[in-house]
């Protein structure tokens, strides 16, 4: 049986693999930030959302568009401005706007917009709540705090899922992060919850009492510690070369690998590899 979540998060390596092959060959213009590594943060997330809660995503958000849509084409399609992009291939690679989920490239700028749209929630659909991704190197803008403070003042169902990788850019947390992340929660009186594991079930049990928290209006701050397995955007990574491999094998990122028989993993690689050969093959064909 192919494992909903396992697929999701395979799908996810696929993709970003993809687009770093596409980039090498020139075959993709711009810039892109790939998720290599932490595919197991939105798609644990997302089975603790509903699909009328918003979502704001960042500049490393591939991730986070995948495992609410089972949309990698339409991705693609908008990174390589083809025909079928999710948004007509205005957007790339960090500017998706799709029903209740919007991304930015603009580091800080999400947090205040998913503010304000937990103020609406709260007014017009209780129950429902926003949640934003930001990383570690976003506490490093001002933004975040005005819309912290906010948000604990005004009781907002506010979520804000930090994927602290532990670096922004080239900069390693210890060099641009005073204090911690829990303490600036503390600071305005937000829970902080540290996720320290891979295991998307664990991570759903452990979260759901603070998600259901934020939906009656108790915002919270969720701090993921993971690793980037790939370059912060293409081939631009000053850690040594074991920090950056992108071998999938790698425990920390999939636990669940370790639990199946290697066979039935490769059939299941095999299957999200395929997902996006597809339309590349269909659109080279042309
Ligand atoms: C306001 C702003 N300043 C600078 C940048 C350039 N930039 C893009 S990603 C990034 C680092 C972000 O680090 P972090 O928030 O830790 O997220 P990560 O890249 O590790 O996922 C920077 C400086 C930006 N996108 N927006």
Redesign the pocket.
Same mark, same amino acid.
């Given at each position: 049986m192919i494992d909903a979540d396992l697929s999701r998060m395979l799908v996810i390596r696929a993709f970003e693999r993809t687009l770093l092959d596409l980039y090498g060959r020139g075959l993709v213009n711009g810039t892109t930030?790939t998720c290599l590594g932490q595919e197991y943060v939105p798609v644990a997330m997302e089975g603790l959302l509903d699909p009328a809660d918003h979502v704001f995503s960042?500049?490393?958000g591939h991730g986070h568009y995948l495992a609410r849509f089972d949309d990698p084409e339409g991705l693609l399609a908008e990174i390589m401005g083809r025909e079928g992009a999710v948004c007509a291939g205005v957007g790339g690679s960090q500017h998706i706007r799709r029903d209740r989920y919007l991304s930015t =490239?603009?580091?800080? @700028?999400s947090l205040p917009v998913a503010a304000g749209v937990a103020l609406h929630l709260k007014r017009a659909e209780p129950g429902r709540l926003a949640c934003a991704y930001?990383?570690? =190197?976003?506490f490093g @803008?001002g933004a975040v705090y005005e819309a912290l403070n906010l948000a604990a003042l005004w009781a907002l169902p506010l979520l804000v899922v930090v994927?602290?990788?532990g670096?922004?850019?080239s900069t390693p947390?210890d060099k641009h992060l005073a204090g911690t992340i829990a303490g600036r929660a503390a600071a305005f009186g937000l829970p902080h919850e540290l996720v320290e594991g891979a295991d998307v079930d664990d991570i759903r049990a452990r979260l759901a009492p603070l998600v259901s928290g934020v939906r009656a209006g108790r915002p919270a701050v969720v701090e993921f510690v993971t690793h980037?397995l790939g370059p912060?955007s293409k081939g631009d990574d000053t850690r040594p070369a074991h920090a950056v491999g992108v071998d999938w094998r790698d425990k920390y990122a999939s636990p669940r690998l370790d639990r199946l028989e290697a066979a039935a993993v490769s059939r299941i690689e095999a299957v999200a590899a395929d997902v996006i050969a597809r339309p590349l093959s269909r659109w080279e064909a042309r």
């Open positions: 930030h960042n500049h490393r =490239g603009v580091q800080g @700028e930001i990383g570690d =190197g976003t @803008e994927e602290n990788n670096i922004a850019q947390t980037r912060h």
